[in-house]
């Protein structure tokens, strides 16, 4: 089994059952389908603050693009069946859409929308700023030197209005200047005013490391 996988079962239950403030799971081959799985594991968790997930490989830097068709009425007329949808779904978008999630919302007079299929990366990273928004104790993520680029920062952009317990996000580096400008100007919104410092008992939380090491 891959190591990514076998390290990712273990703390998607960890998450599940324990109080810890911090999680470092940097360079442990996560990869998308082990950040979907941590993201659910994250849902669950009340007591996490602090996140490391920098070099797992997560994202869609390197997916091949595919049109954006939010907007694109197919008339199918002449489809009668699932397969003859995906047909038309597939003179669409091309072949590389068949590993993809393809939606096709029927309506009256077998008129449809085509939904813009969501590649594992983009789901990966939705998942996870989904995960972010429910466990509210989270602030600080690092997502530093992964396979994010433009196209997964903008899901990060437009789902931080919703997390507004992280102020500090961390992501590669390989995305425009004005996405980078808006998602730091989101953070810095999203900052206290005033940093409370308090005394943490013993025993309250434990900072959990978990990096398997190369070699």
Known sequence: MHRGNDITRVVFNLLSICAFSE????????????????????????????????????????????????DLR?????????????????SVFGPICNDREVEVKYAEGNH???????????????????????????KRVDMNGNLIGDRGAKIIQDSLPDCPNVYFLNISPAISKERFSAIAELCKLHKPKEEKKKSTKVGDSIVLFMCVRRG
């Open 23 to 70: 999680l470092n799971l940097e360079g442990n081959q996560l990869c998308n389908s082990g950040a979907c799985l941590i993201a659910e594991g994250i849902e669950f968790n009340r007591s996490l603050a602090s996140l490391n997930l920098g070099l797992n490989f997560i994202g869609c830097e390197h997916e091949h693009s595919l049109p954006d068709a939010v």
């Open 74 to 90: 197919v008339q199918l007329l002449n489809c009668s069946t699932a397969e003859s949808a995906g047909a038309v779904m597939d």
């Open 112 to 138: 449809a929308v085509a939904v813009r299929p969501s590649s594992p990366g983009e789901r990966a990273l939705q998942a996870l700023m989904n995960s972010f928004n429910e466990c509210t104790s989270l």
